[in-house]
């Protein structure tokens, strides 16, 4: 049972790598640019001191990117810290999501979360959820056909919030990866009372509060 959250935690690591791989490629060839322009002078001619401001620019604008990104990583890395603590259900998405649009990018896929600014703090865990979130936004880009969507919406009813993960487009019709049965999300689920049902374009998740 331990597999299922082992290769989600897998798959974010992967990604994460790989995206800071590329921001730190755009960093050097910003670098290399600037070094190539100085190489061998005392002073940057008049002309050149234009690329030279647009490439340093470029490396400013890389850093931010990667620190926000590597904030997020930090941020989902601490929601393993314990089994329950309190969270926005809008930042954990968020952050999620972040993490996974290199994933979703590949596929072609956007995914989009639209949650009522009212919707209380919820008492749980915020790495399981994560969990939940992640099973079904991975079924549909597993089978999704490319310019598709998959949108996260979210309700406050009698003791729980009712979040649905909705697919928005045709199915490609050949499934090369596996997708994880339902059966075995919903048992590593009980360990915090939220459940999981899911149908053809979209799978709902209960979350008690």
């Not at 060839?29 to 005392?42: M, R, T, V």
């Not at 954990?92 to 993490?99: D, H, K, N, Q, T």
């Not at 689920?189 to 149908?199: E, R, V, W």
């Amino acid at each position: 049972m331990i597999d299922k959250p082992l290769a989600f935690v897998g798959k974010i690591i992967a990604d994460f790598t790989h995206e800071i791989n590329n921001h730190l490629a755009l960093i050097k060839e910003s670098a290399g640019l600037i070094s190539d322009i100085c190489k061998g002078k005392k002073s940057i001619d008049k002309k050149e001191m234009p690329y030279v401001i647009e490439s340093l620019e470029a490396i400013e604008n890389q850093i931010h990117k990667s620190v926000n990104f590597i904030n997020y990583f930090n941020r989902f890395a601490h929601r393993m810290d314990s089994l329950k603590s309190s969270f926005k259900l809008n930042s954990a998405i968020e952050e999620l999501f972040e993490l996974l649009k290199r994933y979703s990018n590949r596929k072609k896929v956007s995914l989009k979360y639209d949650l009522p600014s009212s919707l209380p703090d919820i008492e749980n865990s915020p790495f399981i959820l994560e969990f939940a979130i992640f099973y079904a936004v991975d079924s549909f880009l597993k089978k999704s056909k490319p310019d598709t969507n998959i949108i996260v919406t979210a309700n406050k009813e009698n003791g729980f919030i009712r979040l649905t993960v909705k697919y928005e487009g045709e199915f490609t019709e050949n499934i090369t990866q596996e997708i994880w049965q339902i059966s075995t999300v919903q048992e590593i689920l009980l360990l915090t009372n939220i459940k999981i049902t899911c149908d053809d374009k979209a799978v709902t998740i209960e979350i008690p509060i």
